[in-house]
């Protein structure tokens, strides 16, 4: 029995923007173990419950940061008011996720694709997720500045920036929560099936 590489079609269709998921081949845990047994198992340990709660934090900003965003496009925040908001909250997110996903590419994918070889492939793709994260986080933060930069300038302007930032943030966010799901799709059963410290994932105190 060989592993094979996934062809350049398949990857594709695997690619952050267009995948509503995983198909059934890598499955074949979240299959054995749903997610609405995740909580009261036994496997799941002090790693995995702080890095889900790592994604629900990424979550929560997520939604904060955009709900930020429409009250100043529904005139609801003042320019003034705006910056104060906003700036601090998506500069946390762009540093922390910048952090996590190093953390997840140098240290927990290389044990867990290690693990299991039926799940390598989706863990190339997550890998591959970092990457377009990572330039969706760029555009971000460019069209985050250009739109600071015309808050105090004509209307026109400020207008066609906050677009281009609305379809930067977009894409960044739509793309960040279809990574965290599939991501703990992947893991966390995983952990269930194996235990954090058969992995060499388990904190210790």
Known sequence: MTIETPNATDTEALALARRSGWPEDLR????RFPREQWQGHANLGEMA???LSRHDMFRELATMIQAIEAQFRDGALSPAE???????RLQFLLSQLGVHHQIEDLHYFPIF?????????????????????????AATADTANALLRALSGDADVLRRCGD????ASGALLKGLIRHLDDEEDLIVPLILDRGEAA???????
């Open 28 to 31: 074949v845990l979240i299959a």
């Open 49 to 51: 419950r702080f890095w």
């Open 82 to 88: 705006f910056p104060r908001q906003f700036v601090p």
């Open 113 to 137: 694709r290690a693990a299991d070889k039926r799940l390598a492939r989706g863990f190339d793709v997550l890998e591959g997720d970092h990457d377009a994260i990572h330039e969706d986080m």
């Open 164 to 167: 281009a930032y609305a379809a």
């Open 199 to 205: 992995l060499g994932v388990a904190h210790h105190g």
